[in-house]
């Protein structure tokens, strides 16, 4: 069986730097296990980098959230000290969902693809919902208790979200 986990925006600035939470503090540990579960079985894992340049305000997205965040070289864009150490693709992405993601596993045959990471409610639904049109045989699921939203309601409401457009939550 061909898996793969998609570990979405573990970065310092959305856990405990400019967009940070408690609820995103709260599942690192989560993530942490279930990137070893999936390593431990030779499973492919990928991450994604939320990565902006120095004229973040500058652009639409920077317009609309005024935080500087992820900028591409600081501490904030690095991926938190707890996973930095495992190995997996890494793709950088201007904005809430990766096409180039999507496009690079559209004919890699996987039985399932699965989804973690941050924040839920934004780039997590963004990447579930590209893959599932990329894919749109391939089970997708994602594991809400290794997901924080902007919100504890945000989450929710996006978890809902992806069960009526057939991404399996668990």
């Not at 000290?81 to 890494?90: D, E, T």
């Not at 699965?114 to 639904?125: A, N, S």
Request: glycine share 8%; with cysteine; aromatic share 8%.
């Amino acid at each position: 069986m061909k898996r793969l986990l998609i570990v979405v925006d573990m970065q310092n600035d959305f856990i405990d730097g400019s967009l940070g939470t408690k609820e995103a503090l709260a599942i690192i540990p989560n993530v942490k296990k279930k990137i070893e579960e999936y390593e431990a079985k030779g499973y492919d894992i990928f991450f994604t980098l939320d990565t902006h340049e120095e004229n973040y305000l500058e652009t639409q997205e920077g317009k609309n959230l005024p935080v500087v965040h992820c900028i591409r070289g600081t501490d904030g864009w690095e991926l938190t000290g707890a996973l930095k150490k495992f190995k997996g693709k890494r793709f950088e992405k201007t904005t809430f969902g990766s096409a180039d993601l999507a496009e690079y596993i559209k004919d890699k045959e996987y039985d399932s693809i699965e989804l973690i990471g941050l924040c839920t409610d934004i780039c997590v639904i963004s990447n579930a919902l590209l893959i599932k049109a990329f894919l749109p045989e391939t089970p997708v699921r994602v594991d809400g208790s290794c997901c924080a939203g902007v919100t504890p309601e945000s989450h929710e409401n996006a978890l809902k979200a992806m069960k009526v457009c057939q991404i399996e939550v668990i």
